[in-house]
């Protein structure tokens, strides 16, 4: 698992596959910004399997530690 944040957009992606190709995501679900407070998406190859978490405004939705393995 790989997280990457870019603070000039101020949003994380969590990777749960070691690679995402071009094209490699099947199907993005968008997440109710109201249930969780914020905008996340969830990125799903054509099989069903969850390989990444797209996370705006990570500032105010992770922690410290997080953002700063992140940014490492």
């Known amino acids: ?33 109201v249930e969780v407070r914020g905008m996340i998406n969830l990125d799903f190859v054509a099989n069903g399997r969850l390989i990444g978490i797209e996370i705006m405004d990570a500032s105010r939705m992770l922690t410290e530690d997080v953002l700063d393995e992140a940014k490492c």
């Open 1 to 33: 698992m790989k997280i990457k944040f870019d603070s000039e957009a101020d949003a994380a992606y969590i990777y749960l596959a070691d690679e995402i190709r071009a094209g490699g995501v099947a199907r993005t679900y968008l997440c109710d910004p």
